[in-house]
Protein backbone atom coordinates (compact mmCIF):
# COMPACT_ATOMS: atom_id res chain seq x y z
CA UNK A 1 0.00 0.00 0.00
CA UNK A 2 1.11 3.63 -0.79
CA UNK A 3 2.18 6.02 2.27
CA UNK A 4 -0.78 7.17 3.97
CA UNK A 5 -0.52 10.43 6.35
CA UNK A 6 -2.24 9.94 9.72
CA UNK A 7 -3.22 13.34 10.65
CA UNK A 8 -5.37 13.85 13.54
CA UNK A 9 -8.18 16.74 13.73
CA UNK A 10 -5.89 18.76 16.27
CA UNK A 11 -2.75 18.17 14.13
CA UNK A 12 -4.29 20.27 11.39
CA UNK A 13 -3.85 24.08 11.05
CA UNK A 14 -4.83 26.23 8.59
CA UNK A 15 -2.51 26.78 5.93
CA UNK A 16 -1.48 23.17 5.77
CA UNK A 17 -0.36 22.23 2.45
CA UNK A 18 0.37 18.94 0.34
CA UNK A 19 0.65 18.26 -3.22
CA UNK A 20 2.02 15.46 -5.44
CA UNK A 21 2.38 15.20 -9.55
CA UNK A 22 1.05 12.90 -11.86
CA UNK A 23 1.70 12.28 -15.73
CA UNK A 24 -1.40 11.92 -17.58
CA UNK A 25 -1.23 8.64 -19.94
CA UNK A 26 -3.31 7.43 -22.89
CA UNK A 27 -3.46 4.13 -20.59
CA UNK A 28 -5.12 6.57 -17.94
CA UNK A 29 -7.64 8.20 -20.36
CA UNK A 30 -8.66 4.20 -22.12
CA UNK A 31 -9.21 2.83 -18.53
CA UNK A 32 -11.45 5.97 -17.47
CA UNK A 33 -13.49 5.48 -20.52
CA UNK A 34 -13.69 1.79 -19.60
CA UNK A 35 -14.98 1.91 -16.00
CA UNK A 36 -17.23 5.48 -16.45
CA UNK A 37 -18.47 4.57 -19.97
CA UNK A 38 -17.80 7.61 -21.48
CA UNK A 39 -16.47 7.24 -24.74
CA UNK A 40 -17.00 10.88 -26.21
CA UNK A 41 -14.77 11.34 -29.40
CA UNK A 42 -13.50 14.33 -27.78
CA UNK A 43 -11.14 11.72 -25.22
CA UNK A 44 -11.18 9.15 -27.89
CA UNK A 45 -11.00 9.97 -31.08
CA UNK A 46 -7.99 11.70 -32.45
CA UNK A 47 -9.18 12.88 -35.93
CA UNK A 48 -12.74 14.57 -34.58
CA UNK A 49 -10.40 16.33 -31.13
CA UNK A 50 -8.35 17.80 -34.02
CA UNK A 51 -11.72 19.23 -35.72
CA UNK A 52 -12.51 20.95 -32.47
CA UNK A 53 -11.26 24.17 -30.78
CA UNK A 54 -8.69 22.01 -28.64
CA UNK A 55 -7.04 20.60 -32.12
CA UNK A 56 -5.95 17.47 -29.65
CA UNK A 57 -7.64 14.69 -27.61
CA UNK A 58 -8.63 16.11 -24.24
CA UNK A 59 -8.61 14.41 -20.25
CA UNK A 60 -11.93 13.87 -18.89
CA UNK A 61 -12.21 16.10 -16.55
CA UNK A 62 -13.85 13.86 -14.04
CA UNK A 63 -10.77 12.17 -14.31
CA UNK A 64 -8.86 14.77 -12.75
CA UNK A 65 -11.03 15.10 -10.41
CA UNK A 66 -10.23 11.87 -9.12
CA UNK A 67 -6.88 12.99 -8.34
CA UNK A 68 -8.76 14.66 -5.44
CA UNK A 69 -9.93 11.71 -4.00
CA UNK A 70 -5.87 10.98 -3.44
CA UNK A 71 -5.23 13.96 -2.07
CA UNK A 72 -7.89 13.66 0.44
CA UNK A 73 -7.41 10.21 1.23
CA UNK A 74 -3.94 9.59 1.46
CA UNK A 75 -2.33 13.06 2.00
CA UNK A 76 -4.55 15.81 3.61
CA UNK A 77 -5.87 14.63 5.98
CA UNK A 78 -5.33 11.11 5.38
CA UNK A 79 -6.16 8.24 7.56
CA UNK A 80 -8.79 9.62 9.45
CA UNK A 81 -10.50 11.46 6.14
CA UNK A 82 -14.19 10.87 5.34
CA UNK A 83 -15.05 13.35 2.29
CA UNK A 84 -18.55 15.19 2.91
CA UNK A 85 -18.49 17.28 -0.15
CA UNK A 86 -16.58 18.65 -3.41
CA UNK A 87 -16.87 21.88 -5.80
CA UNK A 88 -15.71 21.55 -9.06
CA UNK A 89 -14.46 24.04 -11.82
CA UNK A 90 -13.31 23.32 -14.94
CA UNK A 91 -10.69 25.74 -16.05
CA UNK A 92 -8.30 24.84 -18.79
CA UNK A 93 -8.28 21.52 -20.90
CA UNK A 94 -6.03 18.96 -19.81
CA UNK A 95 -3.91 16.76 -22.71
CA UNK A 96 -2.04 12.89 -22.94
CA UNK A 97 1.43 13.31 -21.30
CA UNK A 98 0.63 16.47 -19.23
CA UNK A 99 2.11 16.55 -15.87
CA UNK A 100 -0.01 17.88 -13.36
CA UNK A 101 0.25 18.91 -9.95
CA UNK A 102 -2.36 18.33 -7.70
CA UNK A 103 -2.97 20.58 -4.36
CA UNK A 104 -4.95 20.77 -1.25
CA UNK A 105 -4.62 23.85 1.10
CA UNK A 106 -6.55 23.78 4.82
CA UNK A 107 -8.64 26.94 4.54
CA UNK A 108 -11.00 26.48 7.35
CA UNK A 109 -11.83 24.49 10.51
CA UNK A 110 -14.94 23.58 12.44
CA UNK A 111 -14.00 21.78 15.84
CA UNK A 112 -17.82 21.40 16.61
CA UNK A 113 -18.49 19.69 13.58
CA UNK A 114 -15.41 18.15 12.64
CA UNK A 115 -14.87 19.63 9.56
CA UNK A 116 -12.08 21.00 7.43
CA UNK A 117 -12.54 22.59 4.57
CA UNK A 118 -9.57 22.95 1.81
CA UNK A 119 -8.82 24.92 -1.44
CA UNK A 120 -8.45 22.17 -4.14
CA UNK A 121 -6.76 22.46 -7.43
CA UNK A 122 -4.77 21.09 -10.24
CA UNK A 123 -1.98 22.65 -12.43
CA UNK A 124 -0.54 21.47 -15.79
CA UNK A 125 3.56 21.77 -16.02
CA UNK A 126 3.24 25.48 -17.63
CA UNK A 127 1.18 26.44 -14.34
CA UNK A 128 -1.86 26.70 -15.85
CA UNK A 129 -4.94 25.99 -13.63
CA UNK A 130 -6.76 22.94 -14.85
CA UNK A 131 -9.80 22.53 -12.31
CA UNK A 132 -10.05 24.09 -8.52
CA UNK A 133 -12.64 23.44 -6.18
CA UNK A 134 -13.53 23.10 -2.59
CA UNK A 135 -13.72 20.24 -0.43
CA UNK A 136 -15.35 19.38 2.93
CA UNK A 137 -14.05 17.06 4.83
CA UNK A 138 -15.09 15.17 8.12
CA UNK A 139 -11.60 14.16 10.61
CA UNK A 140 -13.32 10.45 11.75
CA UNK A 141 -11.92 10.18 15.48
Do not use: W
Not at 73 to 85: D, V
Request: aromatic share 10%; proline share 2%; glycine share 4%.
Amino acid sequence: MTDITDYKFDQIDLGLKKEFTVKITESMIADFAKISGDYNPLHMDEKYAKSTTFKNRICHGMLLATFFSRLIGMHLPGKHALYFSQSLNFQNPCFVNDVITIKGEVIDKSVATRLITIKTSIYNQERTCLLDGVAKVVVRK
